[in-house]
């Protein structure tokens, strides 16, 4: 899915009201702030999940650490697995965070 399709998809979903989505990371729920992150990256799959601004920001931070060509259509096996530990880790990272609150607050109950 490229760039266009991707907004469009978007504005798309918005207009149906199909965003009831809440980001996978932080819980945040405002239809204009969640966005769909490819989670292997656009070139290597459809497969996304819900994240507000900011925290796709941050994946997404992370993902560009890798070289362009580990990023691209056209990357080796090697490199597309290398771009699917970073991309899945950085995911596994903000969740990570997340259960540890939830686990820290259920003491407080």
Sequence with gaps: MNKIEYKRNMKRQKLEGRTAL???QCGEDDPELIELHHVYGRNNSEETVPLCKNC???????Q???????????ASREDN??????SVGAL??????QLR?????ADSI
């Design 56 to 62: 796709h920001f941050k994946v997404t931070k992370q």
């Design 81 to 86: 697995l290398r771009f699917i530990l970073v």
């Design 101 to 105: 609150l939830i686990g820290l607050e």
């Design 92 to 97: 596994m990272e903000g969740l990570g965070k």
């Design 64 to 74: 560009n650490k890798l070289p362009r060509k580990v990023r691209s259509s056209n």
């Design 22 to 24: 809440r980001c996978i």
